[in-house]
């Protein structure tokens, strides 16, 4: 079934908040996730939508999720 972007942004946005601080999921991971919820999503879309919701990427959450 078809889903809105604005649905899989949502997901996008929930899986990053939901991450284990020490496995951070990179766009691959979300997408694969994604993919296992039967929502067809390419690694570059996940990409655009985690900047368009001002998220930083996997490298930059790392460092800031690790405690010092």
Known sequence: QMHSA????HR???LI???NPHNILSDDSVAALLQKEGIDIARRTV???REALR???SAQRKREKMPA
């Open 6 to 9: 604005e649905t899989v942004r």
């Open 12 to 14: 996008v946005q929930s």
């Open 17 to 19: 908040a939901a991450e």
């Open 47 to 49: 990409a655009k939508y």
């Open 55 to 57: 998220i930083p990427g």
